[in-house]
């Protein structure tokens, strides 16, 4: 019944936009931290960037003044916006959504994201 399902992701060229988004079903969207992890091929799932039920963020260093996370509640969405995108930024976009009271945690099927001239 739980369901995370990314889309947007694509062909970027380097220092070119792009932005994702996450629609999620069978939870109480608003009782969830969300987030986005990435993973390269060959490479371990990294953070992204989390979100809160009140909107307070983090992002990783290395997409910090780059990428925003942000969330409407009302939709049941997670949204991310990547600019000044780099090849360093292509990998699988997963959405996550964690329940940090009841120990649940949900992912996406993953989004492609490539950045490439």
């Known amino acids: 019944q739980v369901q995370l399902v990314e889309s947007g992701g694509g062909l970027v060229q380097p220092g070119g936009s792009l932005g994702l988004s996450c629609a999620a079903s069978?939870?109480?969207?608003?009782?969830?931290?969300m987030a986005w992890y990435r993973q390269a091929p060959g490479k371990q799932r990294e953070l992204v960037a989390r979100?809160?039920?009140?909107?307070?963020?983090m992002y990783d260093d290395s997409v910090k003044g780059r990428f925003t996370i942000s969330r409407d509640n009302a939709k049941k969405t997670v949204d991310l916006k990547m600019t000044n995108m780099q090849p360093d930024d292509t990998a699988v976009y997963y959405c996550?959504?964690?329940?940090?009271?009841?120990?649940?945690?949900?992912w996406g099927q993953g989004t492609q994201v490539t950045v490439s001239s």
């Open positions: 996550n959504a964690v329940f940090r009271l009841g120990g649940r945690f949900y």
């Open positions: 069978g939870i109480i969207f608003s009782g969830y931290v």
């Open positions: 979100i809160t039920s009140d909107a307070s963020t």
